[in-house]
Structures are given as structure tokens and as C-alpha cells.
């Protein structure tokens, strides 16, 4: 079992930075990947970036290439995303996940938490 809680939302303006963490209870989190979702009102939760449970392979949506870095420190039991030059189009609730497999599928995910608001005002 693995319990994660995120935390680091907030409203920021355009071009701002906001960066959510998400720590990680239960034996299993130095050998499970981490993901990063989000749901925007309306929409579909949307894959943002994963990470193996090594550190060494990362993924990331198009959308945030270049400007969001997933990161995670195993002695903490936490996963973090760094995300700059957030966009309006960036507003959502960002979900961390755990789970053995690594991918872009929110069913590769076993895990859930329970999600941060980020607000980006235009």
C-alpha cells in the first residue's frame, strides 16, 4: 500500500512558478514510478510527466515539455514537479500516482492521491 499526499498548489500569475510535492508513505515507494496528472474542469485527467523508480528515465506530456521537471528523492519518500512559465491553459487539479509500471496510462497507476488545486490567472 502506498499513500500519497500532494501539496504546493496555489493561484499564480502567468509566467510565474509553483512547485508540488507529493510525499509518499508505505514500504513499496523506492520501487514504484511516479506520475503526475491533471484534470481541468470538463476535461479528461491528462498524463503531465512520470518518472521510473530509479530517477534515471522521464516523460512529459508535449504540452509541458521544456518548462515542467519531474524529480524524486527516495530517502524522502517524495516526488516533486517544478513547473515554470505556467500558462492559463496550466489551471487544473494535479494528481500525483504510484505504481510498478511506467507510462503515460492512468491505469498503469495503482495509486492515487487526492490532488492540489493550481490556479494560473492571465
Known amino acids: 500500500q502506498v499513500q500519497l499526499v500532494e501539496s504546493g498548489g496555489g493561484l499564480v500569475q502567468a509566467g510565474g512558478s509553483l512547485r508540488l510535492s507529493c510525499a509518499a508513505s508505505?514500504?513499496?515507494?523506492?520501487?514504484?514510478?511516479m506520475a503526475w496528472f491533471r484534470q481541468a474542469p470538463g476535461k479528461e485527467r491528462e498524463f503531465v510527466a512520470a518518472?521510473?523508480?530509479?530517477?534515471?528515465?522521464?516523460d512529459y506530456a508535449d504540452s509541458v515539455k521544456g518548462r515542467f521537471t519531474i524529480s524524486r528523492v527516495n530517502a524522502k519518500n517524495t516526488v516533486y514537479l517544478q513547473m515554470n512559465s505556467l500558462k492559463p491553459e496550466d489551471t487544473a487539479v494535479y494528481y500525483c500516482?504510484?505504481?510498478?509500471?511506467?507510462?503515460?496510462?492512468?491505469?498503469?497507476?495503482?495509486?492515487w492521491g487526492q490532488g492540489t488545486q493550481v490556479t494560473v490567472s492571465s
Open positions: 500516482a504510484a505504481g510498478l509500471s511506467y507510462g503515460r496510462r492512468t491505469e498503469a497507476y495503482d495509486y
Open positions: 518518472i521510473s523508480w530509479s530517477g534515471y528515465s522521464t
Open positions: 508505505g514500504r513499496t515507494f523506492s520501487r514504484s514510478a
